[in-house]
């Protein structure tokens, strides 16, 4: 064993060796761990001690009830003294009392034996004295800080775990020492330091926070007496180094506890929302990610949902995209809890329509107010931005992310106020193109759609295509292909309207519109949502073959409304032929074949046939050999005569 560390570089060894070292204190720590005392308890005994009404067993549903009202934040009314603090029935799982009641309830008692001196077996007050020596307490923190700096380690989860086990076993009785350490770690002025110092000073505290779990209410008003000074004062001087150990302190600090042990920390983060003072871009940026680490805690704390929620709807136009990022994802995450399952409630977080609903009010008056004022005004040399057309263009931008954001974080994205604010999303193509415009379209097209959201869906479609802007019309047809894409099953009771939808679009005067209409139609026939039929192929085939001259004044001129009509007919059988990429359906010949008849249309038609005909040779290439007996001889002399045109690969 030796012989094979030997061959180990010193470098590699001591680090290895602390890690170790790390791991086996806290294991110790669990094994030398005092026994929790547990209580099992019929939820009558329960229900008749906090002097609330018994639950309802058998009209039982999930979500908020009043039977569920007191392991919330809400109802919480912190105890005087130890007795009543020992009694509190505290349930840390976020899924107790959410769904129903059991009929038994086992719990951890609010209080555990600690060691004392006098009752300390000796294999306990090893650790107990190593960590009692101040000095021993400081090198050891100074070698962490060294290794750090050399490892560029992050947030170290098992020191985290040993300095839990340590302040669990032992108490208030090493803060003291600690305490004086991390106030000299935050305080270091070295630059190249601070980093390493922060990041052991977070993995102390988030230790101390978890291991006071079961401390005594004088033990917890002592502690936090100390704390909450501290934590104002690493808030105010976070750094972009720092800001990612703090957050994951705050993370493994609260993570698995009831929200109602965690009272004053929830507070001192309520201290963070409410605050005016914060000049600083970074700084306000670092308190809505620390905001963030309530997730934790999930339903159980709907008050400082609310509260969030209406102090971030008050930013969606703040000057700086670093924090309208967070309050997009703030947002997003309040309305994250407000689940409604069958027979469910949900009346205490913050409500997901009505919020959005406030936010489509808000996203109008800013597409109006961007609309009619110009954002920059040009005179001379001087560029002149225009503050109301800045601030509704950073509305803008902030609803578009939270739209994206709501379905990443949601258990339940899919509220009746999402189809609401879609028109707008699509109306948005033609005043700021967006990356995330695509994408937010898409998420909500990728979504279970159910049979009330379905029918509402497609009539803001029709809507949408009949407005006034080519934009939001082409966006509308693309999303289209998604949606029955994603709900193919439940969305075929709607294939007639949607069919009338994307026909009538096949038509429209643009053609962008035009073109994007024929990809979403190739992707509904390809998928079997709708049938090539012999009724479609006759009147794509008639359509193509419209005449688009008209005479005026014994001049052959081109009739607008005529060609479009032909371009129609023309992308219909390029939907045809591309929705056998890589067969040879019945009307894939015939279709192919008047498509080679428009070989000296005007551009507009010529381009996309040409676009038809490479795709089609592109994806029947490799199988050509076999594809070719579905031609007849003439339909591939044909066929090859337009394929090595030259016209065809300029």
Not at 82 to 103: A, M, N, R, S, V
Not at 273 to 281: A, D, G, H, M
Not at 370 to 399: D, F, H, M
């Amino acid at each position: 064993m030796m012989d094979q560390w030997s061959l180990v570089p010193k470098a590699i060894i001591s680090p290895v060796t602390s890690l170790i070292a790390e791991q086996c204190v806290s294991a110790l720590c669990r094994i030398q761990k005092p026994p929790r005392i547990y209580l099992e308890k019929s939820v009558h005994d329960i229900f008749y001690h906090i002097k609330k009404p018994c639950p309802d067993e058998v009209f039982s549903c999930p979500g908020d009830r009043d039977d569920n009202l007191w392991i919330t934040l809400n109802d919480y009314q912190p105890p005087n003294t130890q007795i009543e603090w020992e009694q509190t029935c505290f349930l840390d799982k976020c899924f107790h009392g959410y769904y129903k009641w059991p009929k038994v309830l086992k719990y951890p008692m609010n209080k555990r034996e600690r060691y004392t001196k006098e009752t300390m077996p000796e294999h306990v007050a090893i650790l107990y004295n190593r960590f009692m020596d101040k000095n021993f307490v400081t090198k050891l923190i100074q070698y962490m800080m060294l290794a750090d700096e050399k490892n560029e380690l992050n947030f170290n989860i098992h020191r985290f775990r040993m300095f839990k086990g340590l302040f669990r076993n032992f108490g208030i009785d090493l803060m003291d020492h600690f305490m004086e350490q991390l106030d000299i770690l935050i305080h270091e002025k070295t630059i190249e330091k601070q980093e390493g110092c922060h990041r052991v000073a977070a993995e102390i505290v988030a230790g101390m926070i978890r291991g006071s779990k079961y401390w005594t209410l004088e033990m917890l008003k002592k502690l936090w007496q100390k704390l909450i000074p501290f934590l104002n004062e690493v808030c105010t001087n976070l750094s972009p180094e720092t800001l990612l150990c703090w957050g994951s302190c705050f993370k493994y600090g609260m993570e698995d506890l009831d929200p109602r042990r965690m009272y004053r920390l929830i507070e001192f983060i309520c201290t963070l929302i409410n605050n005016q003072t914060i000049v600083n871009t970074f700084l306000e940026t670092s308190r809505w990610f620390l905001v963030l680490k309530l997730t934790n805690f999930e339903w159980r704390i709907p008050a400082i949902w609310c509260t969030i929620n209406e102090h971030a709807k008050e930013m969606l136009d703040h000057p700086y995209k670093a924090i309208r990022e967070y309050i997009a994802n703030v947002l997003s995450v309040s309305l994250s809890f407000d689940v409604k399952l069958p027979n469910g409630q949900s009346t205490r977080n913050p409500d997901a329509n009505r919020c959005i609903d406030t936010i489509c009010e808000r996203l109008h008056q800013a597409i109006e107010t961007y609309r009619k004022k110009p954002l920059a005004n040009i005179s001379g040399e001087k560029i002149e931005i225009n503050q109301e057309a800045r601030k509704a263009l950073n509305c803008i931008e902030t609803v578009i992310q939270f739209h994206t954001h709501i379905f990443m974080w949601c258990l339940q994205p899919m509220k009746s106020a999402i189809v609401r604010i879609f028109p707008y999303l699509c109306e948005l193509e033609s005043i700021v193109p967006n990356e995330n415009l695509t994408i937010s379209r898409t998420l909500l097209a990728m979504t279970y759609l159910h049979t009330p959201f379905l029918e509402s869906l497609i009539k803001q479609l029709e809507q949408i295509c009949t407005s006034s802007t080519w934009h939001a019309r082409r966006a509308a047809m693309e999303f289209v292909q998604y949606m029955v894409f994603c709900n193919l099953f439940n969305a075929r009771p709607y294939k007639k309207q949607i069919r009338e939808l994307v026909f009538k679009c096949l038509l429209d005067k643009q053609f962008e519109v035009r073109t994007v209409t024929s990809v979403t139609l190739s992707g509904l026939y390809r998928c079997g949502y709708i049938q090539v039929n012999e009724e479609d192929f006759t009147c794509f085939s008639q359509m193509s073959k419209i005449n688009y001259f008209i005479k005026k004044k014994g001049k052959n001129i081109v009739s607008t409304e005529k060609i479009i009509k032909r371009h129609g007919g023309v992308l219909g059988l390029c939907a045809i032929v591309l929705a056998s990429p890589y067969d040879i359906s019945n009307y894939v010949p015939d279709a192919l074949m008047l498509l080679c008849e428009h070989s000296h249309d005007p551009d507009l038609i010529q381009e996309s046939v040409k676009k038809g005909l490479l795709e089609f040779h592109r994806t029947h290439y490799d199988s050509w050999h076999e594809h070719r007996e579905k031609f007849t001889d003439d339909q591939l002399v044909i066929l090859t005569d337009v394929l090595i045109s030259p016209n065809y690969y300029a």
